[in-house]
């Protein structure tokens, strides 16, 4: 009891996914010595869901990945695991009997009826009916961490993650470019890549801004607006890869940070998202539009950096007609915009 006890404490201390993920691993091995454990972070998505197993414990020993950056060496489609989507369709624990007499369970952790999470392990038969209540206990308060976390990083109308979690994300992806362009220019072997993606594949950071958002506030007024912010959200989360990462910025701006792609595959992802939104029919306001920059991150970039070079490219796009997806890189390229200095060592505090 006061080693479960010590394991929650340390849980509760935690206000990281990675580092929360991290804490259950070892929780759960140390109480309940499991054969094998992974944590599965679940994406619906809109053909098919996708699980990312971000922690856990097997014969290789622990393992603990980024769990804000899906790894897609570790994703795969739940329909895969036959235990994993029987479980996405029950909504709740299933078991399975391997052949060595052990069993494997695996429990959700839902949200609206859906796993956010899963929890798989491979168990001995002697596991007693007290340790399954105490894991079960264990479970919930996980999830119940979760959701707290959810609801600290999430904006509190759209459901999107909000501006201060994108700071954290922003910094993280920087990091990332940056290792991922070392291990480009330090090694012989080129890195694994995610498939079709070349070796001009970077993150891209894209501003969304919804045109002409004022006069459905003045000739509709507030709560409309807000319907219009909630909608355009459900289409943003639909029209996006579950790896892209997606924010409301703050009044009608929103940001997408992309993952590894080529710029004609970036550009088509956000052209088809435009597509979505101008087809959206708005409850009571008929149809909206919006206008979006974007621009590749840089392994260098400070913050005010990446999100100036995409302000510009969606400037250019509000003055040059609205509605409409225009890339930094190629307007520089076309003589359209001047190329910016770095911000020399410049940091902007959000």
């Known amino acids: 009891m006061l080693n479960l006890i010590a394991h929650i404490v340390k849980l509760s201390s935690c206000r990281d996914r990675t580092e929360i993920n991290a804490a259950m691993v070892d929780a759960l091995t140390e109480l309940f010595h499991p054969q094998s454990v992974t944590i599965y972070r679940c994406y619906p998505g809109k053909k098919k869901a996708t699980v990312f197993a971000c922690a856990g414990y097997g014969p290789d020993g622990r393992f603990v990945h980024n769990a804000y950056l899906p790894d897609h060496r570790f994703c795969q489609p739940i329909d895969r695991d036959p235990l994993l989507n029987r479980c996405r369709k029950e909504a709740s624990a299933v078991l399975d009997m391997l052949e060595d007499g052990s069993h494997r369970i695996v429990f959700p952790v839902n ?20 340790q399954r209540v105490s894991l079960m206990g264990l479970i919930e308060y996980f999830g119940n961490h979760i959701a707290l976390l959810d609801y600290g990083e999430a904006d509190t109308l759209t459901g999107l993650a909000s501006r201060k979690t994108f700071d954290k994300h922003l910094f993280e992806l920087l990091g990332k470019s940056a290792a991922d362009e070392h291990l480009r220019t330090n090694t012989l072997q080129a890195p694994l890549r995610r498939r079709g993606e070349s070796t001009l594949s970077s ?58 792609t080529d710029q004609a595959s970036a550009m088509a992802t956000l052209e088809r998202f435009r597509k979505d939104v101008e087809k959206q029919v708005f409850s009571r306001i008929g149809h909206v539009t919006v206008s979006i920059g974007f621009s590749r991150l840089l392994p260098n970039d400070t913050p005010t950096d990446a999100i100036d070079r995409a302000d510009e490219a969606l400037y250019y796009a509000k003055e040059h007609g609205r509605n409409r997806v225009d890339c930094y890189e190629m307007l520089v390229a076309q003589g359209e915009l001047k190329l910016r200095a770095p911000a020399s060592g410049e940091v902007e505090l959000f």
């Open 111 to 130: 949200r609206l009826d859906q796993p956010i999470y899963m929890i798989d392990l491979a168990l001995s038969e002697e596991f007693s009916a007290d």
């Open 203 to 260: 993150h891209w950071l894209a501003v969304c801004d919804i045109d002409h958002f004022k006069q459905v506030n003045d000739n509709f007024g507030h709560l409309i607006g807000d319907e219009v912010l909630i909608m355009l959200a459900q289409v943003m989360q639909n029209s996006f890869r579950f790896d892209d990462q997606l924010f409301r910025f703050g009044g009608e701006e929103f940001i997408a940070l992309l993952q590894p």
